[in-house]
């Protein structure tokens, strides 16, 4: 373990977090099994390291009572149905878009289902997160997501962003560019920018972080 992931992992527990780490995605993958139990109501958000790690098909094992936003078939108003459901679920899954040192946990979103259900509701939380997204300071973080995670993202989900175009945002272009500045595109991924620090509710969020790069 490098000494950046120690400092994390201190940190992440002095913000009230779980903090675990992982030497592989096999490893991490027995622990989610030991932090969630058979017959629990789950769901997740979007997340490339979910699926790369195989939390998702043990999500959809059948063990599990899988709140599905993807089936084959589902309307826009059982989509609807599902993001409502899942702040009653008892664990919900997704990654991080970066993780500080200091211990704080970045996220952007645009439809922002993902970040809502990080911040309330569902009764834990369990985030995935690859060395790749460990980052020194806030700066770093906002930036990650400006030049790796958003460009990545909106070429996964196909959108016509100016990012998508150019691997990073229109936002760098200017001198003086605030952490909220970005495209006026219509599939924009990145409108609510959430930073969890200090946690009131010990250790809901459990972060898993695993040694190699994983997603976005
Ligand atoms: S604001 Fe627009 S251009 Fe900037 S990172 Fe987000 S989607 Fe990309």
Known sequence: MTEAVKTTLEN?????MEAYFCSSKKEALE???????????????????????????LLKSGNYNYLDRARPGITQEEIEQVY??????????ASANAVTQSGYIYNVDG???????????PKSVILLVGTNKIVKTIDDAIERVKKIAAPNNTRRLNL????????????????DSEIC????????????YVLSGYQRHKNRIKVIIIDGSYGY
């Open 111 to 121: 439809n922002s289902n993902r970040v809502s259900a990080i911040l309330y509701g």
């Open 181 to 192: 500045d970005g495209c006026a595109s219509t599939t924009r991924i990145c409108c609510n």
């Open 160 to 175: 016509d962003t100016y990012c998508s175009h150019t691997d990073s945002c229109v936002s760098l272009n200017k001198n």
């Open 31 to 57: 622990l989610v099994k030991k932090l969630i139990k058979k017959g629990d109501t789950v769901s997740n958000g979007g997340s490339v390291t979910l699926a790369e790690t195989g939390v998702m098909d």
């Open 12 to 16: 992440l527990k002095k913000n009230n």
């Open 84 to 93: 409502r459901s899942t702040y009653s679920a008892d664990a919900y899954f």
